[in-house]
């Protein structure tokens, strides 16, 4: 059918034609900005879910929504070579400004620069790598020591004193964020805690892997009273069904069941797999309604395009041991798997492997479910290491 009519949209972050199976969790969302809004006490909330399963489509949708409600937003992707005051002060200090530009002059805005002013000035001195400028002059004393965990706290006080000031509120919204160190998610933790408990409007909303339920739980064991965890995960056949037919239909195209029934178990109902699997079979039917036999052939194009990209992008990135271990992960089944019958499966203790495991955890390989056991974060990737077994793995 027609390529430039194809509303199939594989990629990362990119919309879906149908966002499909998320109703609750984005009125859930809804109602804590409203409250939030009206100066009400909310908690924030944490998406966690393996690759590609809409994590940040999720987040770029309730970020809009903030936006339709006039609160002011700012989104943030952590990643593994920027420190978070890096990342977060350009994004504060255009919330600022916005607040500085509203009504009148407000002593807790021109504060809450200030304060930035000198945070910047603190952090700067630490880490060296932020250039913003900002045209003032700062509160000397005030979240400048240099303490990301006294320091963060006090700016994100000062921030929220403002947005109170003018009547609004902050949603701050950070995505990937496994990917902050300890001490930066132990520093932003608190920042929550103290806006939380001096009833000030700003949310957090955030999303990344599932390590970071265990990551939130080291740095502050408060965390989970500050924050719902909801596990955004494959869609169920239904929804997936629905991912694929309404957006086809609304192009007068048709799926036939057995072709929407061979999609689900091929892709598990995986959000992003389903975008895979509907671009292609979409271009490889002549005609709708799209049947077995199109989705039949479809399957090997997508499948040979996710081994080239999307699987094939992170397995470069592992040195020859992590490859290894991962192949005694996958030789084992789609798991999780206890990380000692991996070990076994390598003729060596659990132990030996300490540094590994981490090291695979901080690329965003795997994650431990539960103690002692360890599962892929990107779903299918055992099957994806059977297929390209065993001449790159040796
Ligand atoms: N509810 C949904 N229904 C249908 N398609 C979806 C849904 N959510 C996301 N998608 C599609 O899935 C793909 C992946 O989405 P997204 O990039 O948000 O995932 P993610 O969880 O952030 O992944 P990663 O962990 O790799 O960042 C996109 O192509 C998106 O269009
Ligand atoms: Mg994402």
């Known amino acids: 059918m027609d390529p430039l009519r194809n509303p199939f ?3 990362a972050g990119t919309p879906p034609p149908e966002l499909s199976g998320r109703a609750a969790l984005l009125q859930r969302a809804a109602m804590a900005l409203g409250r939030v ?31 339709r409600l006039g609160l002011h937003t700012c989104l943030v992707e952590a990643h ?17 400004l916005a607040l500085d530009r509203m009504d009148a002059i407000s002593t807790q805005v021109k504060r809450a620069l200030r304060v930035l002013k000198s945070f910047m000035t603190g952090v700067r001195a630490k880490i060296g790598e932020v250039e913003i400028t900002l045209d003032i002059d700062s509160e000397i004393g005030a979240a400048d020591s240099g303490d990301l965990e006294a320091d963060l706290p006090e700016l994100m006080v000062a921030i929220g004193r403002a947005a109170a000031a003018r009547n609004t509120a902050l949603a701050l919204f950070i995505d990937e964020i496994q990917y902050f160190s300890p001490n930066e998610l132990s520093a932003l933790i608190m920042a929550m805690h ?66 929407l029934g061979y999609i689900y178990e091929q892709s598990r109902g995986y959000p992003f797999f389903l975008q895979e699997w509907g671009y292609h079979v979409w271009n490889t039917a002549a005609v709708s309604p799209i049947t077995l036999g199109d989705t039949k052939a479809a399957t090997e194009i997508a499948m040979r395009r996710l081994d080239e990209g999307f699987f094939r992008v992170r397995f470069d990135r592992l040195t020859p041991r992590e490859k290894k271990y991962l192949w005694a992960m996958a030789a084992l089944g789609a798991g999780p798997h206890r990380s000692g019958d991996v070990a076994k499966r ?38 994806f290491m059977h297929r390209i077994m065993p001449h790159e793995v040796t």
Do not use: C, W
């Not at 593994?80 to 600022?96: F, T, W, Y």
């Not at 090291?359 to 299918?380: E, N, Q, R, S, W």
């Open 9 to 11: 949209a594989p990629g």
């Open 37 to 67: 809004q009206n100066g009400k006490a909310e908690k924030g909330l944490v998406l966690v879910g393996l690759r590609g399963v809409g994590k940040t489509v999720l987040l770029n949708e309730i970020r809009r929504h903030a936006d």
């Open 80 to 96: 593994e070579a920027k420190s978070l005051p890096a990342l977060l002060i350009p994004h504060l200090r255009r919330a600022l």
């Open 194 to 259: 103290r806006t939380a408990q001096d009833g000030l409007p700003i949310i957090l909303f955030a999303a990344g892997l599932p390590q970071l339920i265990g990551l939130f739980g080291n740095a502050k064991s408060y965390a989970e009273r500050l924050f719902d965890f909801p596990a955004i995960g494959a869609l169920d056949e239904h929804d997936a069904a629905a991912a694929l037919t309404k957006p086809a239909a609304a192009e007068a195209v048709y799926f036939e069941a057995s072709a």
């Open 346 to 383: 390598l003729a060596k203790k659990s132990s030996d492997f300490g540094p590994l495991r981490d090291g695979l955890i901080g690329k965003g390989m795997i994650y431990a479910p539960a103690h002692g056991d360890i599962a892929f974060t990107v779903p299918l990737f055992d099957q």
